[in-house]
């Protein structure tokens, strides 16, 4: 019988301690199960900076000027020694047709033009020394003008084969190769040539600035156009951010929300005064 009796002790002492340690485990795992209830929320602090509002525009460089340069003899294309988006002056060679046979004559109609020149030199000094008649010296100014022609002729012609730019500017385009037949080049651009004409840009205009603004990005808000920051106590409370100045990165604050930790992420499932879990987070 006292055996008995100290058997069931034992058993009651064993039945309480299994109870007892179920009990603080099922403690243990349910305070666990609350905190991983909590909403997991990344928070960060008003940034402090500039705010801007900008209007951006993508297309093509064009000029407001530009010139078609065409060669003024018939040949065949010998070099081009500029190159697309080269900076050119006004008077510098761009292109050179073959130009043997033009600077042949040029050369001979020189070489004659200098025995012309000669000639009259000397015919004048004997007219005015009454050696010839007014009809011979006629004769020998009227040849001298004549051949001075030609060469103005083979001088232009000549130059007419080394094609220059008339403008200071950029070469937008050249269009054909050596051993083409004719070309088209574009030039002018007043910038210095930071820009050419036909590149792909994007410009931004700067509509409107606030400077030492704190501000906060658009994904801080919910879908109501609430914002919701984190306490102290890992409490969650709610406002709704007046319009002061909405930028393209962001919108700008009151300066009294300054120091607040606004959630980011995992803002949009909350309620007042909810206890939610912080697992991540930046500062200002």
Not at 126 to 142: C, D, G, N, P, R
Not at 241 to 259: H, K, Q
Request: glycine letters at 8%; one cysteine or more; a negative charge.
């Amino acid at each position: 019988m006292r055996i008995r009796i100290q058997l069931s002790i034992v058993m009651v002492i064993v039945l309480t301690g299994i109870i007892f340690f179920t009990w603080k485990s099922g403690n243990r795992e349910q305070k666990q199960m609350i905190e991983e209830i909590k909403v997991p929320v990344v928070t960060m602090l008003p940034r402090s900076g500039t705010l801007e509002k900008r209007i951006s525009v993508r297309s093509f460089v064009e000029s407001d000027h530009t010139v078609a340069v065409y060669p003024q003899a018939v040949g065949v294309l010998q070099s081009v020694p500029v190159e697309e988006g080269q900076k050119v002056e006004a008077g510098q060679l761009i292109a050179l047709l073959e130009n043997e046979s033009l600077l042949l004559n040029l050369q001979q109609a020189q070489a004659a033009l200098s025995l012309a020149r000669d000639d009259m030199n000397r015919y004048k000094s004997m007219y005015e020394k009454s050696l010839i008649s007014e009809q011979q010296f006629q004769t020998v100014e009227t040849n001298y003008k004549a051949t001075e022609s030609r060469y103005e002729l083979a001088r232009v012609q000549y130059e007419y084969s080394r094609v220059k730019s008339p403008i200071e500017g950029i070469v937008q385009r050249v269009n054909v190769e050596p051993g083409t037949m004719k070309f088209q080049v574009t030039v002018k651009l007043e910038e210095g040539g930071l820009l050419v004409p036909g590149m792909y840009m994007e410009v931004s205009f700067i509509l409107d600035r606030r400077e030492d603004q704190i501000s906060l990005p658009y994904d801080a808000l919910t879908r109501k156009g609430q914002l919701w920051y984190v306490d102290e106590g890992n409490l969650v409370h709610s406002i709704t951010p007046g319009e002061i100045f909405n930028g393209d990165d962001g919108f700008a604050l009151s300066y009294e929300y300054a120091g607040k930790a606004f959630i980011v992420e995992g803002q949009h499932f909350l309620s007042e005064c909810q206890e939610v879990r912080v697992i991540g987070g930046s500062a200002n």
